[in-house]
């Protein structure tokens, strides 16, 4: 499993985060985020999945975990966990399509189960993001001492927490420039002040976990390869937009919280996953290095669901909530 695809599912982690909030936590002032949370949890989900499909080698043995049970594999948990939670975001997704084609019989049923759906999404979608950290548990000989951790699966449903609400923050303001439209500056300036919490919680397990182990402590005073890119990762993705999104004025500004949840996703995300699943792991006797090819596959893929984001806000009623909400003004 690559750096890529962990990578579209840490940041999926918008889906269960936001419903969350929502219907869990009755934070209503994020509300119209929802549907776009959840399109956008759809789309990596299904991004992830597809790019396994290909990456099998052997296409057809996607579907093995349906009639094939090992109870004991972690990955038999992790491909269920992604064939449910894909059902339960297509099926949070289905009501655009009612509204869009004005069948409000249906919808109304929709409506009375949403509750139900995302109360099992939030749960399959944690299930799946601790399953995913837990599968490097098995490699604590062929795993650099500073990403490995007993604690890999609670590290992992934290990131997705944060990296989910960043690429709403990125998301919302590129739609924003791309539509013409103002960002609801105020709500994400809300969303970041709510990642503070979460980047915490993880930061201060980072280091409670590296002093924890002696291991740990020594591949850090080794000040290697290793090292440096850790520190980037902790320090460039994590206690830097600590630091920002607690200054207001940053926080209220359009190009302020999109560097700091640009830096969220980069680095707290997308370098921690690149880490963890390629330059942690010793890949002897036959070496691993990605070659320009696989990194040319990523940044397509990443064009390629966005166009498909696009599109869908243009077909189905995933924005209209903003059309007659705009609390701010773009700086």
Same mark, same amino acid.
């Given at each position: 499993m690559d750096s890529s695809q962990t990578f579209f599912v840490v940041s999926a982690g918008c889906g269960f985060v936001l419903t969350g909030m929502v219907y869990v936590f009755k934070m209503e002032r994020f509300r119209p985020f929802v549907r776009s949370a959840a399109l956008?949890?759809?789309?990596?989900?299904?991004?992830?999945?597809?790019?396994?499909?290909?990456?099998?080698?052997?296409?057809?043995?996607?579907?093995?975990?349906?009639? $094939?049970?090992?109870?004991h594999s972690i990955l038999f948990e992790? !491909?269920?966990?992604?064939?449910?939670?894909? @059902?339960? &975001? #297509?099926?949070e997704f289905v009501p655009n399509m009612f509204e869009r084609f004005k069948m409000s019989k249906i919808l109304a049923v929709f409506k009375k189960l949403t509750p139900a759906f995302v109360i099992t999404g939030i749960i399959l979608s944690v299930l799946h993001q601790s399953?995913?950290?837990?599968?490097?548990?098995?490699?604590?000989?062929?795993?650099?001492?500073?990403?490995?951790?007993?604690?890999?699966g609670p590290f992992f449903i934290i990131s997705a927490a944060f990296c989910g609400m960043a690429l709403i923050i990125v998301v919302e303001l590129l739609m924003a420039?791309?539509?013409?439209?103002?960002?609801?500056?105020?709500?994400?300036?809300d969303l970041g002040k709510y990642s503070v919490p979460i980047l915490g919680l993880?930061?201060?397990?980072?280091? $409670?976990?590296?002093?924890?182990?002696?291991?740990?402590?020594? !591949?850090?005073?080794?000040?290697?390869?290793? @090292?440096? &890119? #850790?520190?980037?990762?902790?320090?460039?993705?994590?206690?830097?937009?600590?630091?920002l999104y607690m200054n207001r004025k940053i926080r209220k500004s359009t190009r302020g919280l999109g560097l700091t949840a640009?830096?969220?996703?980069?680095?707290?995300g997308g370098l921690n996953r690149f880490n963890v699943s390629v330059i942690a792991i010793d890949h002897s006797p036959l070496g691993y290095t990605p070659t320009l090819v696989e990194y040319l596959y990523v940044l397509s893929i990443i064009i390629i669901t966005a166009g498909v984001y696009i599109i869908t806000t243009r077909l189905f009623p995933v924005r209209e909530t903003f059309n007659s909400i705009s609390d701010s003004k773009a700086p």
């Open positions: 956008l949890g759809l789309i990596g989900y299904s991004t992830f999945a597809l790019t396994l499909i290909f990456e099998l080698g052997w296409p057809w043995r996607i579907a093995h975990p349906i009639w $094939m049970h090992n109870y992790v !491909a269920w966990c992604v064939i449910l939670y894909l @059902t339960i &975001l #297509f099926l399953s995913l950290g837990s599968l490097f548990v098995v490699a604590p000989y062929k795993m650099n001492h500073l990403w490995y951790s007993p604690w890999i420039i791309f539509n013409k439209t103002r960002a609801p500056i105020d709500r994400l300036s993880y930061l201060g397990f980072k280091i $409670m976990d590296i002093l924890e182990r002696s291991n740990a402590r020594d !591949a850090f005073l080794s000040f290697d390869l290793f @090292t440096f &890119l #850790f520190i980037a990762e902790i320090g460039l993705g994590i206690a830097l937009p600590i630091i640009g830096l969220v996703l980069l680095f707290g």
